[in-house]
């Protein structure tokens, strides 16, 4: 696994903000091999229609990919807790998720942070 985007600062302090994703509508696979489809865009004809919903996957994946880095960082903060007998190093971590252990050492530390907000 590489590296996705930037990890966002953990020293913002506001609260991450969720957007609604779009309902991911797709047809089940049948039994026929057939063109791939994704999500019924290619169904589209009217251009105003195709980036409205092109929009709305995209801002559905984004949302869903910026709450995967939350968990990313919240996992990779607990299994490096030094409070745990099983404590991982940053190299560790950044060896189990295929990061660079820089990039694991800043997902730590935004785990942490986002840690502390939890209630």
Known sequence: MSESGPVPEPSSGRPPQYRRPAALFFDPP????????????????DPSQLLERATELAVAFQAAADRAVEFQATAAAQLADPR????????????????????????????????????
């Open 30 to 45: 049948s039994g026929q091999a057939e063109d791939e489809h994704f999500f019924a865009l290619e169904t589209l004809t």
């Open 84 to 119: 745990r007998f099983d404590s991982l190093s940053a190299a560790a971590v950044a060896e189990r998720a295929g990061w660079t252990e820089d990039y694991a050492v800043r997902m730590i530390e935004y785990g942490r942070e986002l840690e502390r907000r939890r209630p």
